[in-house]
């Protein structure tokens, strides 16, 4: 049981991680060409963990760990609701942060649009792309995740615009081969990882 508790939780702890470090880096301003980079991978490790205890009643890692713990339906239901009110907050400063990200004289709207509306709606389309075959419910499991991102729209929108970062971005080789690199390791682990008993 102890195994299956650790296997089921390192995921998750791990994306969390990775989210924080990333997190870290992008509140000391390393770089402010990676401003918008760490910013994402941030929040889509810390959402990883949020989301796996939203899931935490029905299917996914933290249901399993509950399950072995034999943890009653009234805890796993508060997990999932605890989940969800911290993704919705996260989401909202992830919002609020993207605003300052977005380029000089761009309006909330434009900057709703740029930083929001197109990334979640490409990426959504591209990640469920990559992962064809798949059944309807895990691509409506995409879209659901998705849909915390409206949480990030509001705080684009309720944000003040500060100009911090002045900087105008351009695509380079490293951006095309990080992108390269993400659907590759998201193509080879369409399959999943399947450990002997």
Same mark, same amino acid.
């Given at each position: 049981?102890?195994?299956?508790?650790?296997?089921?939780?390192?995921?998750?702890?791990?994306?969390?991680?990775?989210?924080?470090?990333? #997190? $870290? =880096? &992008? /509140?000391?301003?390393?770089?402010?060409?990676?401003?918008?980079?760490?910013? &994402?991978?941030? #929040?889509?490790?810390?959402?990883?963990?949020?989301?796996?205890?939203?899931?935490?009643?029905?299917?996914?890692?933290?249901?399993?760990?509950?399950?072995?713990?034999?943890?009653?339906? /009234?805890?796993? &239901?508060?997990? /999932?609701?605890?989940?969800?009110?911290?993704?919705?907050?996260?989401? $909202?400063?992830?919002?609020?942060?993207?605003?300052?990200?977005?380029?000089?004289?761009?309006?909330?709207?434009?900057?709703?649009?740029?930083?929001?509306?197109?990334?979640?709606?490409?990426?959504?389309?591209?990640?469920?792309?990559?992962?064809?075959?798949? *059944?309807?419910?895990?691509?409506?499991?995409?879209?659901?995740? /998705?849909?915390? #991102?409206? $949480?990030? =729209?509001?705080?684009?929108?309720?944000?003040?615009?500060?100009?911090?970062?002045?900087?105008?971005?351009?695509?380079?080789?490293?951006?095309?081969?990080?992108?390269?690199? =993400?659907?590759?390791?998201?193509?080879?682990?369409?399959?999943?990882?399947? $450990?002997? *008993?």
């Amino acid at each position: 049981m102890n195994q299956r508790v650790i296997i089921s939780a390192a995921g998750p702890v791990f994306c969390l991680i990775i989210g924080l470090i990333c #997190w $870290f =880096a &992008y /509140s000391r301003r390393i770089s402010a060409h990676a401003d918008l980079l760490l910013l &994402y991978l941030g #929040w889509f490790g810390v959402a990883t963990l949020l989301g796996n205890l939203i899931s935490t009643p029905f299917v996914g890692d933290f249901s399993a760990i509950t399950q072995a713990l034999q943890m009653r339906m /009234s805890v796993r &239901y508060g997990l /999932s609701v605890t989940g969800a009110l911290l993704l919705c907050g996260v989401a $909202f400063l992830v919002g609020r942060e993207l605003r300052q990200l977005a380029p000089p004289g761009a309006g909330a709207l434009k900057a709703l649009i740029g930083v929001i509306i197109v990334p979640v709606i490409g990426g959504t389309a591209a990640v469920i792309l990559i992962s064809l075959p798949m *059944p309807s419910e895990f691509a409506l499991g995409r879209v659901a995740e /998705s849909s915390f #991102w409206l $949480f990030a =729209a509001l705080g684009t929108l309720l944000s003040r615009k500060h100009f911090q970062n002045i900087l105008r971005r351009r695509l380079s080789w490293v951006d095309f081969a990080l992108v390269l690199l =993400a659907v590759s390791v998201l193509r080879l682990m369409v399959g999943g990882i399947a $450990f002997a *008993p």
